[in-house]
């Protein structure tokens, strides 16, 4: 038992360490706040996506957006693509796996609308083509990664690499990062009539 709280007193340093290293990207994350809320002033949405713990987060994400998070203010249009089990299914039987976000990007997808990636080692295949073809149809591309970026800090148009190796550090620093841009994009419109 001692040494279980030994662990646990160990985890909770390691992962306050991984987060406070996170405020080197502070700029980063003030470019893609920006970025989503000029997109939501031009009447563009977002679309979120991630596979096993970061389709979760995809999905927390957009329910900030359209429920709210902190404050009481219009309903913003975030859409996460991990939630429909039979386009999911639909899409892995009758394509392939890799295309579940792909296909979904090609329908959904606007010009000027704004695309976050989640995918911790930044290599997803089904991740990267559906980066790929969000940005055919004209989409920015946020990513949240971990692990230098991985293929997604070459291909997205801001990328935000939490400062670890190991997938527990970097998905507790993607919640710090969605928490924050989800509070600072609510305070700009909490007092906007309509966008």
């Not at 001692?2 to 360490?17: A, C, G, P």
């Not at 939501?40 to 429920?67: P, R, V």
């Not at 203010?73 to 639909?90: W, Y």
């Amino acid at each position: 038992m001692e040494k279980n709280l030994e662990k646990i007193n160990e985890l909770f340093i390691e992962s306050s360490n991984v987060i406070s290293k996170s405020k080197v990207l502070s700029k980063k994350i003030n470019d893609s706040i920006k970025l989503i809320i000029s997109s939501f002033e031009h009447k563009n949405k977002i679309l979120i996506f991630g596979n096993g713990g970061s389709a979760s987060d995809a999905q927390h994400m957009a329910a900030e957006f359209i429920s709210r998070y902190l404050l009481e203010r219009l309903s913003l249009p975030a859409i996460a693509l991990t939630t429909d089990t039979s386009i999911l299914t639909s899409i892995g039987n009758d394509y392939h796996f890799d295309k579940i976000f792909s296909r979904q990007c090609e329908s959904l997808v606007n010009k000027g609308d704004i695309v976050i990636a989640i995918s911790t080692s930044g290599k997803s295949q089904n991740v990267i083509l559906g980066i790929e073809e969000a940005k055919r149809k004209g989409a920015k591309i946020i990513s949240l990664t971990g692990n230098n970026g991985g293929i997604l800090n070459q291909i997205s148009d801001i990328c935000l690499e939490i400062p670890s190796n190991e997938t527990p550090r970097i998905q507790e620093g993607h919640r710090i990062l969605i928490h924050i841009i989800c509070e600072l994009v609510e305070f700009h419109f909490k007092n906007v009539q309509s966008i």
